[in-house]
């Protein structure tokens, strides 16, 4: 029951944090992505690990995807989504 209202706990404020960040630079997110693995590293809780290092992974690939857009904008390429930036 605890580790229930943990997680959802952990949940809602992912889902606060992604509404403020939305425009983090790939280094920021990476940043974001460490900070979570630190924290799933001091959970005890092995759902709670698990989900804060869903985050992190998360957190990574919004890095990778932020660096694909600045890339394809800045030489005016089309993105994997075939749109141009």
């Given at each position: 029951m605890i580790a229930q209202r943990n997680l959802a706990n952990v949940r809602r404020l992912a889902r606060e944090a992604i509404a403020v960040d939305a425009y983090l630079s790939p280094e920021a997110c990476r940043m974001k992505a460490l900070d979570c693995?630190?924290?799933?590293?001091?959970?005890?809780?092995?759902?709670?690990?698990?989900?804060?290092?869903?985050?992190?992974?998360?957190?990574?690939?919004?890095?990778?995807?932020?660096e694909r857009v600045a890339l394809d904008r800045n030489s005016g390429t089309e993105s994997q989504s075939g749109t141009v930036a």
């Open positions: 693995m630190i924290k799933a590293d001091a959970l005890d809780d092995p759902v709670q690990r698990a989900a804060m290092l869903q985050y992190a992974e998360w957190w990574d690939r919004l890095a990778q995807y932020r």
